[in-house]
C-alpha cells in the first residue's frame, strides 16, 4: 500500500517568508508525528496529533511553528518568517496509534521528508 | 526525560565484515527501542524493534540486536556487511506505557561507510 507521503521534496525560501510544508499519512493511521531533523543531528520531535485528541505541541521550537491536522487525514506544518536556523529536513510519519496496541502505535512509519532551505 | 547516545559518527567497515554499532539509553524503566536506517535520500525505514522478552532481537536485511539492561545498551549487529548497506543508521527509544506519549527519542545517528 501507499506509504506517507510528503510534499514538496524541497523547498528554498528566503529569510522572512512563510512556508507551508505537507504530509499525507498511511490511511487508517490515527497518529501523525512531525520531527526536524537538521544537518549531522538526530530527529528532533516537534508535534504530535492523535485522532481528535488535542496535540503534543512540547516540541514546538517557537510560537513561529504551528501545525494543523484535519481528522486522520493530511496534516500541515508551517514556519512563518522563517530563519536560516530553520534550515533542515522536516520529517512526518504516522502510525497506527490508538487503533492498535500500544505498541502498534509505536512502529512509526516515516515518509521521504522535506528538505527546507532558507537563504 | 530520557535521551539516546551514539558514541560513534561514522564507522568504516569493508564489505563482508561484521559490524556493531553501539547505543546507550537513558531511562529510568524499561524502554522500548528501535533501531532505524536512512538511505540517501530515503525515509527512515524500521529495522528492528525491542519491547519485552528475549533481549535478542531479530530485524530486516540480517540484523540484530541485543538489549543489556546492566549496560543500558543496545547495539545493532550484522555478521557480513553488503555495499548497500551503506546509509545512516539511528537508534530511538520510546518511553511512554500509555497512549499519549509515543514519540521518539533518537540518537544523532551512525554513517556508515562499506568499502570494497
Known amino acids: 500500500g501507499a506509504g506517507v507521503s510528503q510534499s514538496p521534496s524541497n523547498k528554498v525560501t528566503e529569510k522572512g517568508k512563510d512556508v507551508e510544508l505537507r504530509c499525507d499519512p498511511i490511511s487508517g493511521h490515527t497518529a501523525l508525528y512531525w520531527y526536524r531533523q537538521r544537518l549531522g543531528q538526530g530527529l528532533e520531535f516537534l508535534i504530535y496529533?492523535?485522532?481528535?485528541?488535542?496535540?503534543?505541541k512540547s516540541g514546538l521550537p517557537s510560537d513561529r511553528f504551528s501545525a494543523e491536522r484535519t481528522g486522520e487525514s493530511v496534516s500541515t506544518l508551517t514556519i512563518q518568517r522563517t530563519q536560516q536556523e530553520d534550515s533542515a529536513v522536516y520529517l512526518c510519519?504516522?502510525?497506527?496509534?490508538?487503533?492498535?496496541?500500544?505498541?502498534?502505535?509505536?512502529?512509526?512509519?516515516f515518509g521521504p521528508g522535506t528538505r527546507l532551505t532558507v537563504t | 526525560a530520557q535521551s539516546v547516545t551514539q558514541p560513534d559518527i561514522h564507522i568504516t567497515v569493508s564489505e563482508g565484515a561484521s559490524l556493531e554499532l553501539r547505543c546507550n539509553y537513558s531511562y529510568g524503566a524499561t524502554p522500548y527501542l528501535f533501531w532505524y536506517v536512512q538511505s540517501p535520500g530515503q525515509g527512515l525505514q524500521l529495522l528492528l524493534k525491542y519491547f519485552s522478552g528475549d533481549t535478542l532481537v531479530q530485524g530486516i536485511k540480517g540484523f540484530e540486536a541485543e538489549f543489556k539492561r546492566s549496560q543500558s545498551s543496545f547495539n545493532l549487529r550484522k555478521p557480513s556487511v553488503h555495499w548497500s548497506d551503506a546509509a545512516e543508521y539511528f537508534c530511538a527509544v520510546g518511553a511512554g506505557a500509555n497512549f499519549g506519549n509515543e514519540k521518539l527519542t533518537f540518537g544523532t545517528g551512525t554513517r556508515l561507510t562499506i568499502i570494497p
Open positions: 510519519a504516522s502510525s497506527l496509534g490508538r487503533q492498535g496496541s500500544i505498541l502498534s502505535s509505536y512502529e512509526q512509519y
Open positions: 496529533f492523535q485522532g481528535n485528541s488535542a496535540p503534543d
